[in-house]
């Protein structure tokens, strides 16, 4: 999705015409009156629809109106990040007519495949041990696994990559589990955040580390968005955050979802929780519950 958006970017300097709409937000006439308005750019207009599936009534009124779509030169990109009911007339009538993509997680075998090849690239071999111990760190993503075999390829320098290697050089992956927890804030979803954050204090996180790396995510969303609401170009956003371009685009897309008032208040939140915790005035995980609920 995020290289469909960069592309129409390229093209439609305008940006006026990007527009995101959550079914789960808003009605389905929101997203239809912006079909019909006319473009004073007379540009195509790029629609993100997200949440469909979570719809009942925005799918049958989407579903009526999908042959009057097909006409439009409007594009209209569906989203869904998690797996939709494929059994629904609407995901039928899609799939039949329109232009479908699923990106599916790699398992362990193929993952273990994947990473085997990229050894293989970078002129290294891996114990078996090492590499089962190296995907149990880095889990699925593959761009920290496509570094991190770098990174070990590079200190082998044409050795065998050990266990105590990957033990030595390699950070096991918390961070993308909790931009998921940021991402599910961001969808407004509390129950989903709150499950997510019981799940960290569940598997042994400390809640100050769960609220530090919170906080490391709102702080990048901050810098991006401010760099963003300074009409900086996209390629170099990159370079005057010092931020992994890998983060910058990740958190392209969730800078969206908030404005920047709102990231302020939610730093300041975290700051304030953070005093609160580290001064003994509350339990450090009924702290973090509170600011769940809050934010």
């Not at 290289?3 to 305008?14: G, P, V």
């Not at 079914?23 to 790029?46: H, I, P, T």
């Not at 232009?99 to 362990?108: H, M, P, W």
């Not at 990174?151 to 990957?166: F, H, M, P, R, T």
Request: net charge neutral; glycine share 4%.
């Amino acid at each position: 999705m995020e290289e469909i958006i960069l592309s129409y970017k390229e093209k439609h300097k305008s940006g006026l015409n990007l527009i995101y709409i959550n079914a789960g937000e808003n009605e389905f006439s929101d997203f239809y009156s912006n079909l019909q308005v006319n473009s004073m750019f007379a540009e195509k207009k790029l629609i993100i629809l997200k949440n469909v599936f979570d719809d009942t009534s925005f799918q049958e009124k989407l579903l009526k109106e999908v042959k009057n779509l097909e006409e439009l030169k409007d594009i209209i990109v569906i989203y869904e990040q998690d797996v939709p009911d494929k059994r629904t007339k609407l995901f039928k009538d899609l799939q039949k007519n329109a232009k479908c993509q699923e990106f599916e997680l790699l398992d362990s075998a193929n993952l273990k495949k994947w990473a085997i090849v990229e050894f293989a690239n970078n002129k290294a071999k891996i114990n078996s041990d090492a590499i089962d111990l190296l995907i149990s760190f880095v889990k699925s993503d593959l761009w920290q696994m496509a570094n991190e075999i770098e990174k070990l390829s590079s200190y082998k320098k044409g050795g065998i990559i050990a266990k105590e290697d990957v033990v030595l050089l390699v950070k096991p992956n918390t961070e993308n589990d909790f931009f998921k927890t940021i991402e599910a804030i961001a969808s407004t979803d509390k129950k989903l955040a709150l499950s997510l954050l019981h799940k960290h204090l569940d598997d042994g996180e400390a809640p100050l580390k769960i609220l530090g790396m919170i906080a490391y995510q709102f702080r990048t969303l901050l810098i991006i968005k401010d760099l963003q609401e300074k009409k900086t170009p996209y390629g170099a956003i990159t370079k005057m955050s010092g931020l992994h371009p890998f983060v910058v685009q990740k958190s392209s897309y969730l800078c969206n979802q908030f404005s920047m008032d709102k990231l302020k208040k939610i730093y300041w939140k975290i700051f304030q929780v953070d005093l609160d915790i580290k001064t003994g005035k509350v339990e450090p995980e009924t702290a973090i519950d509170l600011l769940f609920a809050e934010i």
